[in-house]
Protein backbone atom coordinates (compact mmCIF):
# COMPACT_ATOMS: atom_id res chain seq x y z
CA UNK A 1 0.00 0.00 0.00
CA UNK A 2 1.35 4.03 -0.46
CA UNK A 3 0.18 5.86 2.43
CA UNK A 4 0.25 9.69 2.53
CA UNK A 5 2.09 10.18 6.09
CA UNK A 6 0.84 13.05 7.81
CA UNK A 7 3.10 16.30 7.34
CA UNK A 8 1.61 18.35 9.35
CA UNK A 9 0.91 16.86 12.86
CA UNK A 10 2.56 18.54 15.56
CA UNK A 11 1.77 21.90 14.02
CA UNK A 12 -1.33 22.37 12.61
CA UNK A 13 -2.98 19.74 15.26
CA UNK A 14 -1.23 17.94 17.99
CA UNK A 15 0.97 14.67 16.57
CA UNK A 16 -0.37 12.65 19.84
CA UNK A 17 -3.61 10.38 19.19
CA UNK A 18 -4.79 11.08 22.71
CA UNK A 19 -4.56 14.63 22.79
CA UNK A 20 -5.82 15.18 19.08
CA UNK A 21 -8.55 13.66 20.10
CA UNK A 22 -9.05 15.65 23.37
CA UNK A 23 -8.99 18.97 21.32
CA UNK A 24 -11.11 18.08 18.66
CA UNK A 25 -13.43 16.79 20.75
CA UNK A 26 -13.27 19.97 23.11
CA UNK A 27 -13.55 22.33 19.77
CA UNK A 28 -17.05 19.97 18.71
CA UNK A 29 -18.20 20.64 21.94
CA UNK A 30 -17.77 24.23 21.79
CA UNK A 31 -19.46 24.84 18.10
CA UNK A 32 -22.87 23.12 18.36
CA UNK A 33 -24.96 24.93 15.82
CA UNK A 34 -28.19 26.31 16.28
CA UNK A 35 -30.17 24.42 13.75
CA UNK A 36 -29.94 21.17 11.77
CA UNK A 37 -29.67 20.66 8.09
CA UNK A 38 -31.47 17.68 6.07
CA UNK A 39 -30.18 16.62 2.47
CA UNK A 40 -26.42 18.17 2.96
CA UNK A 41 -24.45 17.46 -0.10
CA UNK A 42 -21.59 19.93 1.07
CA UNK A 43 -20.00 21.91 3.88
CA UNK A 44 -17.29 24.41 3.91
CA UNK A 45 -14.40 24.58 6.78
CA UNK A 46 -11.22 26.58 7.09
CA UNK A 47 -8.08 25.01 7.25
CA UNK A 48 -5.39 26.97 9.50
CA UNK A 49 -4.09 25.43 12.73
CA UNK A 50 -7.32 24.01 15.15
CA UNK A 51 -6.16 26.25 17.67
CA UNK A 52 -7.08 29.51 15.16
CA UNK A 53 -9.72 27.49 12.90
CA UNK A 54 -10.94 24.61 14.62
CA UNK A 55 -14.02 25.79 16.19
CA UNK A 56 -15.14 27.48 13.51
CA UNK A 57 -14.35 24.31 11.45
CA UNK A 58 -16.82 22.24 14.23
CA UNK A 59 -20.02 23.99 13.33
CA UNK A 60 -20.42 22.27 10.16
CA UNK A 61 -18.48 18.88 11.41
CA UNK A 62 -21.01 18.96 13.62
CA UNK A 63 -23.79 18.63 11.23
CA UNK A 64 -22.69 15.62 9.58
CA UNK A 65 -21.74 13.92 12.84
CA UNK A 66 -22.83 10.05 12.42
CA UNK A 67 -24.51 10.79 8.76
CA UNK A 68 -24.45 7.93 6.53
CA UNK A 69 -21.76 9.27 4.42
CA UNK A 70 -20.23 7.05 2.58
CA UNK A 71 -17.66 8.94 0.59
CA UNK A 72 -15.71 12.22 1.12
CA UNK A 73 -14.99 14.15 -1.85
CA UNK A 74 -12.38 16.66 -0.57
CA UNK A 75 -11.56 19.20 -2.69
CA UNK A 76 -8.73 21.18 -1.19
CA UNK A 77 -6.30 24.33 -2.57
CA UNK A 78 -2.88 24.27 -3.04
CA UNK A 79 -0.42 26.17 -0.96
CA UNK A 80 2.95 24.79 -2.01
CA UNK A 81 3.03 23.72 -5.68
CA UNK A 82 1.40 24.64 -8.63
CA UNK A 83 0.01 23.06 -11.58
CA UNK A 84 -2.89 23.13 -14.03
CA UNK A 85 -5.84 21.16 -13.32
CA UNK A 86 -6.90 18.91 -10.55
CA UNK A 87 -5.02 16.35 -8.73
CA UNK A 88 -6.43 12.83 -7.16
CA UNK A 89 -4.31 11.66 -4.66
CA UNK A 90 -3.07 8.21 -6.68
CA UNK A 91 -2.16 6.15 -3.34
CA UNK A 92 -4.40 4.24 -1.34
CA UNK A 93 -4.92 6.02 2.18
CA UNK A 94 -3.96 9.22 3.86
CA UNK A 95 -2.82 8.85 7.72
CA UNK A 96 -3.09 11.11 10.92
CA UNK A 97 -2.54 10.11 13.80
CA UNK A 98 -6.16 8.82 14.35
CA UNK A 99 -5.31 6.15 11.61
CA UNK A 100 -5.43 5.58 7.83
CA UNK A 101 -8.33 6.63 5.65
CA UNK A 102 -8.67 4.61 2.68
CA UNK A 103 -8.90 6.08 -0.94
CA UNK A 104 -12.32 5.53 -3.02
CA UNK A 105 -10.82 4.38 -5.59
CA UNK A 106 -13.68 3.71 -8.07
CA UNK A 107 -14.67 6.79 -7.80
CA UNK A 108 -11.35 7.96 -8.39
CA UNK A 109 -11.08 6.12 -12.04
CA UNK A 110 -15.04 7.65 -12.88
CA UNK A 111 -13.76 11.02 -11.93
CA UNK A 112 -10.35 11.00 -14.27
CA UNK A 113 -12.17 9.18 -17.20
CA UNK A 114 -12.62 11.35 -19.84
CA UNK A 115 -11.92 14.71 -17.93
CA UNK A 116 -8.40 16.26 -19.11
CA UNK A 117 -7.79 18.75 -16.15
CA UNK A 118 -8.43 16.10 -13.85
CA UNK A 119 -5.37 13.57 -13.20
CA UNK A 120 -4.35 10.85 -10.60
CA UNK A 121 -1.06 12.27 -8.94
CA UNK A 122 0.98 13.11 -5.93
CA UNK A 123 0.81 16.82 -7.23
CA UNK A 124 -0.17 19.24 -4.70
CA UNK A 125 -0.63 15.74 -1.47
CA UNK A 126 3.28 16.16 -0.84
CA UNK A 127 3.06 18.83 2.13
CA UNK A 128 -0.10 20.04 1.55
CA UNK A 129 -1.82 20.76 4.93
CA UNK A 130 -5.12 22.38 3.79
CA UNK A 131 -6.41 19.43 2.73
CA UNK A 132 -4.84 16.83 5.68
CA UNK A 133 -6.22 19.07 8.72
CA UNK A 134 -9.83 18.18 7.51
CA UNK A 135 -9.11 13.84 7.70
CA UNK A 136 -9.06 14.01 11.50
CA UNK A 137 -12.26 16.01 11.56
CA UNK A 138 -14.03 13.68 9.59
CA UNK A 139 -12.35 10.63 11.90
CA UNK A 140 -13.86 11.99 14.63
CA UNK A 141 -17.46 12.41 12.92
CA UNK A 142 -17.90 10.38 10.94
CA UNK A 143 -17.28 5.51 11.38
CA UNK A 144 -16.96 4.06 7.76
CA UNK A 145 -16.17 6.31 5.26
CA UNK A 146 -13.51 6.45 2.51
CA UNK A 147 -12.18 10.19 0.65
CA UNK A 148 -11.40 11.17 -2.72
CA UNK A 149 -8.52 13.51 -2.21
CA UNK A 150 -8.12 15.94 -4.62
CA UNK A 151 -5.95 19.20 -4.97
CA UNK A 152 -6.13 22.34 -7.20
CA UNK A 153 -3.35 23.25 -8.64
CA UNK A 154 -5.51 26.10 -10.70
CA UNK A 155 -8.89 27.53 -9.06
CA UNK A 156 -9.15 29.23 -12.60
CA UNK A 157 -13.28 29.16 -14.02
CA UNK A 158 -12.12 26.21 -16.22
CA UNK A 159 -11.01 24.05 -14.07
CA UNK A 160 -13.56 24.91 -11.47
CA UNK A 161 -16.35 23.45 -14.38
CA UNK A 162 -15.02 20.71 -15.26
CA UNK A 163 -14.49 19.51 -11.78
CA UNK A 164 -17.99 20.30 -10.73
CA UNK A 165 -19.75 18.57 -13.88
CA UNK A 166 -17.13 15.37 -12.71
CA UNK A 167 -18.40 15.76 -9.26
CA UNK A 168 -21.92 15.95 -10.08
CA UNK A 169 -22.16 12.68 -12.27
CA UNK A 170 -21.40 10.86 -9.04
CA UNK A 171 -22.68 12.75 -6.48
CA UNK A 172 -25.55 10.83 -4.60
CA UNK A 173 -27.05 10.99 -0.87
CA UNK A 174 -24.09 9.01 0.69
CA UNK A 175 -21.31 11.27 -1.12
CA UNK A 176 -20.21 14.67 0.71
CA UNK A 177 -18.22 17.45 -0.55
CA UNK A 178 -15.89 19.45 1.83
CA UNK A 179 -14.50 22.41 0.44
CA UNK A 180 -11.29 23.81 2.14
CA UNK A 181 -10.68 27.43 2.65
CA UNK A 182 -9.77 30.31 4.57
CA UNK A 183 -10.53 33.98 3.62
CA UNK A 184 -8.41 37.30 3.71
CA UNK A 185 -4.77 37.25 5.34
CA UNK A 186 -3.01 39.37 7.02
CA UNK A 187 -5.02 43.06 7.07
CA UNK A 188 -6.21 44.80 9.81
CA UNK A 189 -9.58 42.95 10.86
CA UNK A 190 -11.63 45.85 9.55
CA UNK A 191 -10.49 45.57 6.21
CA UNK A 192 -10.67 41.83 6.37
CA UNK A 193 -14.16 42.59 7.83
CA UNK A 194 -15.35 44.03 4.81
CA UNK A 195 -13.69 41.76 2.14
CA UNK A 196 -14.90 38.58 3.83
CA UNK A 197 -18.09 39.38 4.39
CA UNK A 198 -18.75 39.72 0.29
CA UNK A 199 -17.71 36.24 0.34
CA UNK A 200 -20.29 35.35 3.31
CA UNK A 201 -22.86 37.27 1.32
CA UNK A 202 -22.03 35.21 -1.68
CA UNK A 203 -22.59 31.72 0.00
CA UNK A 204 -25.78 32.83 1.35
CA UNK A 205 -27.11 33.82 -1.56
CA UNK A 206 -26.10 30.59 -3.66
CA UNK A 207 -24.66 32.96 -6.18
CA UNK A 208 -21.38 31.03 -6.82
CA UNK A 209 -21.00 32.81 -10.33
CA UNK A 210 -20.85 36.33 -8.21
CA UNK A 211 -17.80 34.64 -5.83
CA UNK A 212 -15.95 33.95 -8.77
CA UNK A 213 -16.21 36.77 -10.04
CA UNK A 214 -15.52 38.67 -6.88
CA UNK A 215 -12.36 36.69 -6.68
CA UNK A 216 -11.17 37.28 -9.77
CA UNK A 217 -11.66 41.32 -9.40
CA UNK A 218 -9.89 40.62 -6.08
CA UNK A 219 -12.79 42.60 -4.13
CA UNK A 220 -12.89 39.63 -2.34
CA UNK A 221 -9.85 36.34 -1.13
CA UNK A 222 -10.49 33.45 -0.28
CA UNK A 223 -7.49 30.84 -0.93
CA UNK A 224 -10.03 28.24 -1.62
CA UNK A 225 -12.41 30.19 -3.02
CA UNK A 226 -12.73 28.18 -6.20
CA UNK A 227 -13.28 25.19 -3.88
CA UNK A 228 -16.56 26.36 -2.57
CA UNK A 229 -17.30 27.55 -6.17
CA UNK A 230 -17.11 24.09 -7.45
CA UNK A 231 -19.01 22.37 -4.41
CA UNK A 232 -21.93 24.92 -4.92
CA UNK A 233 -21.76 24.17 -8.52
CA UNK A 234 -21.69 20.80 -8.09
CA UNK A 235 -24.46 20.71 -5.83
CA UNK A 236 -26.63 22.87 -8.28
CA UNK A 237 -26.25 20.73 -11.20
CA UNK A 238 -27.93 18.17 -8.54
CA UNK A 239 -30.74 20.51 -7.59
CA UNK A 240 -29.45 21.39 -4.18
CA UNK A 241 -29.34 25.65 -4.47
CA UNK A 242 -29.02 26.16 -0.84
CA UNK A 243 -26.28 27.37 0.95
CA UNK A 244 -25.53 29.07 4.95
CA UNK A 245 -22.73 30.48 6.53
CA UNK A 246 -22.58 28.57 9.95
CA UNK A 247 -19.95 31.07 11.66
CA UNK A 248 -17.48 33.17 10.76
CA UNK A 249 -14.33 34.68 12.31
CA UNK A 250 -11.04 35.94 12.32
CA UNK A 251 -7.66 34.93 14.03
CA UNK A 252 -7.82 37.87 16.18
CA UNK A 253 -10.59 35.59 19.00
CA UNK A 254 -7.73 33.15 19.89
CA UNK A 255 -4.87 35.94 19.69
CA UNK A 256 -6.41 38.82 20.32
CA UNK A 257 -4.49 40.44 17.88
CA UNK A 258 -6.78 42.75 15.30
CA UNK A 259 -3.74 44.50 12.93
CA UNK A 260 -3.45 41.03 10.76
CA UNK A 261 -6.17 38.92 10.97
CA UNK A 262 -6.88 35.58 8.82
CA UNK A 263 -10.99 35.37 8.05
CA UNK A 264 -12.53 31.85 8.68
CA UNK A 265 -15.95 30.55 7.80
CA UNK A 266 -17.90 27.39 8.08
CA UNK A 267 -21.06 26.37 5.69
CA UNK A 268 -23.02 24.10 4.47
CA UNK A 269 -24.79 23.31 1.13
CA UNK A 270 -28.19 21.83 1.67
CA UNK A 271 -31.47 20.97 -0.26
Given at each position: MTVREPAVAGMFYPASPSKLKAELQLLLDKSKPTKNFENISAIVVPHAGIVYSGKTAGFAYNLIKDKDFETVIIISPSHREYFPGCSIYSGDAYKTPLGEVFVNREVRERLIENNENIFSGIEGHRAEHALEVQIPFLQMVLKDF?????????????????????????????????????????????????????????????????????????SSEACGGGCIATAMKASSINGIKKSKVLYRNTSAETSGDRSEVVGYLSAVIYK
Open positions: TIVPIVMGDQSKLYVDELAEALASINNEKTLFVASSDLSHFYPADHADRLDSKVEERINSFDYTGLIKDLESR
